[in-house]
Nanobody, 123 residues
Framework: QVQLVESGGGLVQAGGSLRLACAAS????????MGWFRRTRGKEREFVAA????????NYGNSVKGRFTISRDNAKNTVYLQMNSLKPEDTAVYYC????????????????WGQGTQVTVSS
């Protein structure tokens, strides 16, 4: 069984940066695509970023393109999300998960969701 734990969230002013980490334990995730999603109160989960198993291809949601960068360190069994130029609209709980379907950005095609980490961006 795989367990995912997100960390790195916090309170930051608009224009600032945060780096989130998703640490996997129980089994290696190097052979899986990984994704980041976020959820705001009263809304569905929104796709943020995904990275394929080899790390050579990345995909981003339109609202974060040019500002966020996803990466992975297979030796550490960890996926990262570098968030720059943060905006108040980025405020949400951020989750990572394991991808099941190649190229999918739908949360229904991901599993082993972590507990999430809160990101709050003030104006």
């Amino acid at each position: 069984q795989v367990q995912l734990v997100e960390s790195g969230g916090g309170l930051v002013q608009a224009g600032g940066s945060l780096r989130l980490a998703c640490a996997a334990s129980g089994r290696t995730v190097s052979n899986y695509a990984m994704g980041w999603f976020r959820r705001t109160r009263g809304k569905e989960r929104e796709f943020v970023a995904a990275i394929i198993r080899g790390g050579d291809s990345k995909n981003y949601g339109n609202s974060v393109k040019g500002r966020f960068t996803i990466s992975r360190d297979n030796a550490k069994n960890t996926v990262y999300l570098q968030m720059n130029s943060l905006k108040p609209e980025d405020t949400a709980v951020y989750y990572c998960a394991i991808g099941l379907i190649f190229g999918s950005t739908s949360p229904t095609d991901f599993r082993s969701w972590g507990q999430g980490t809160q990101v709050t961006v003030s104006s």
